[in-house]
């Protein structure tokens, strides 16, 4: 981890150690900052967000806030809910079910508005139980 150790003495860098610490012991990831890797053809790279190169790759470390950071968790736990309640599906449905669930995490990914995303969540929940139910009472 010879290159973790560079990240986390750079004076430029905003990222907490223990981030980078979890973030590199979670992935298993070697990150480099390409200045140190002494390219000169890497572009030139903006101040931030901080950009690392990853085995020759340049890749954004994006940085949530608690708050993003849990309503990201509850967006991901209600797409595994989903996936889950559409594997109960029967058969010949559970491949368009799963499509369609698929598809309105895709309509609604660009989504910034932190209201409108907790109003998608509660709707999402609420449709979710009713398929639950109707797949309880069908006995699925």
Same mark, same amino acid.
């Given at each position: 981890m010879?290159?973790?150790n560079? !990240? ?12 980078? %610490?979890?973030?590199?012991n979670?992935?298993?990831?070697? $990150?480099?900052?390409?200045? %140190?890797?002494?390219?000169? %053809?890497?572009? %030139?790279l +903006?101040?931030? +967000?901080?950009? $690392? ?9 994006? !940085?949530l806030?608690?708050?993003? $950071? !849990?309503?990201?968790a ?9 996936? @889950? ?5 029967p058969?010949? =449905?559970? =491949?368009? !079910? ?10 609604? @990914? ?8 907790? $109003? ?5 929940? =609420? @449709? ?8 309880d009472?069908?006995?699925?």
């Amino acid at each position: 981890m010879e290159g973790l150790n560079g !990240l986390l003495a750079c004076q430029d860098c905003s990222l907490p150690s223990w981030l980078v %610490e979890v973030t590199a012991n979670a992935l298993f990831l070697d $990150f480099e900052r390409p200045e %140190e890797k002494g390219r000169e %053809e890497s572009p %030139e790279l +903006p101040e931030s +967000p901080p950009l $690392f190169s990853l085995r020759g790759e340049l890749v954004m470390v994006l !940085l949530l806030d608690l708050q993003d $950071f !849990l309503l990201r968790a509850r967006v991901l736990k209600l797409y595994r809910q989903a996936l @889950r309640v559409a594997g109960r599906a029967p058969e010949h =449905a559970r =491949a368009e !079910l799963r499509q369609t669930v698929r598809q309105e995490m895709e309509n609604n @990914r660009n989504c910034n508005d932190k209201q409108r995303i907790r $109003f998608l969540i509660s709707e999402g929940l =609420a @449709r979710l139980k009713g398929l639950d139910e109707m797949l309880d009472m069908q006995g699925h």
